[in-house]
């Protein structure tokens, strides 16, 4: 079975995409991630999007360094939106994630916009919260090729200290997931984020029984980010990797998990090994606040800007000098000083374009 869905190879399945960078040409991206909008119903303490504190709990709120000029109040405008999903289907881009920034369900015209996406034949999948994969939106959605859910509690009260929202939240969410299961096409993939930290590490494996019990089909299981990953996860590390063990047990084939949780992987390391990111040119993001970014590490931090399409559409922007500029002169060794969930791709990518292609294989 292909269970691998976060390989850094997938590049050699888009070998056009390999020959644009070798002939050093501008091409559609492949995939796009958009941030509908910046306002989020969830106020968890490890967000990386956050910039400011939880109500009474300033000690024990999170701020990771990334996205730094995010503004909590951006909306993408609809008619922006469907104005560039036009662009993506004349450029053939393949598919779009709608992720945060905020909740992306809590757009007004997110079941529009979604729709709009499946109606232009471009792949569609979610990040989200949960807390509205309901009725028309899980309809929608269910024909999504993928739909993943951030979990990281086992209880109502877990819930409640770590994202800050009432305790009867955790059933209703419980009930939107089994609910989902129910409805969605066999070919959409219902998974989950797991952001592992100090207060629920001891919990994947019970964790993982519930979400299976659910009807999920795959976990995913992150170190929480912060500045000093390895000074926060060393004493963690070896009770995450029994309890990751344990729940490996759980794999059939209905019910998969995928693991980045280690804290020496470069991709966790704030330092890049390369000085030019092929992977801006594949896999962009739309921000809310109209500005095209490299990444979504980089989302939100003008280090990272590509351009603001507030007065231009994204194809104009995309194959603009100014572009091209950015493409060319971004060095991810000088502004990419923090978590590069992409280093690994960068690097194969980096070796394919560094390669003599004679015939002495």
Not at 66 to 80: A, R, S
Not at 192 to 197: C, L
Not at 278 to 295: L, N, R, S
Request: glycine letters at 6%.
């Amino acid at each position: 079975m292909k269970n691998n869905k976060y390989s850094d190879y997938k590049i050699v399945f888009f070998p056009e995409k390999i020959q644009s960078f070798l002939e050093e040409k501008i091409a559609a991206p492949i995939y796009v991630r958009v941030k509908p909008i910046n306002r989020c119903d969830h106020s968890c303490f490890f967000c990386v999007y956050s910039t400011g504190f939880r109500k009474n709990d300033r000690e024990n709120h999170i701020i990771s360094g990334m996205h730094t000029d995010m503004v909590h109040d951006d909306i993408l405008p609809t008619e922006k939106m469907l104005e560039i999903l036009e662009d993506f289907r004349d450029l053939g881009v393949k598919a779009v994630t709608y992720s945060g920034g905020g909740e992306p369900l809590m757009h007004r015209d997110i079941v529009k916009i979604m729709q709009t996406t499946l109606d232009y034949g471009i792949d569609l999948s979610i990040i989200t919260n949960g807390q509205m994969l309901k009725k028309q939106r899980a309809e929608v959605l269910a024909h999504a090729k993928w739909v993943r859910v951030s979990i990281d509690y086992t209880n109502a009260q877990q819930m409640a200290a770590t994202r800050g929202v009432s305790e009867k939240n955790f059933a209703m969410i419980l009930e939107n997931l089994q609910e989902f299961a129910k409805i969605k096409r066999r070919d959409c993939d219902l998974g989950i984020n797991y952001i592992i930290h100090r207060d629920n590490y001891q919990d994947i494996y019970e964790f993982s029984k519930i979400m299976k019990d659910c009807g999920v089909e795959n976990i995913r299981f992150s170190p929480m980010w912060v500045p000093d990953l390895v000074g926060y996860h060393t004493p963690i590390q070896d009770a995450v990797y029994e309890q990751l063990a344990k729940a490996g047990t759980l794999i059939d084939d209905k019910f998969t998990l995928n693991t980045t949780y280690n804290i020496q992987s470069r991709s966790h390391l704030p330092e890049r090994s390369y000085g030019k990111c092929h992977f801006m040119q594949i896999v962009p993001v739309v921000g809310a606040d109209q500005v095209v970014y490299a990444c979504h590490n980089k989302a939100y931090d003008k280090t990272g800007a590509i351009g603001s399409i507030r007065n231009q559409r994204f194809r104009e922007l995309w194959f603009s000098k100014a572009a091209k500029q950015v493409f060319d002169k971004l060095n991810p060794m000088e502004v990419c000083r923090h978590q590069c969930a992409n280093d690994g791709k960068n690097i194969f990518i980096q070796g394919l374009v560094d390669t003599n292609a004679d015939n002495f294989v």
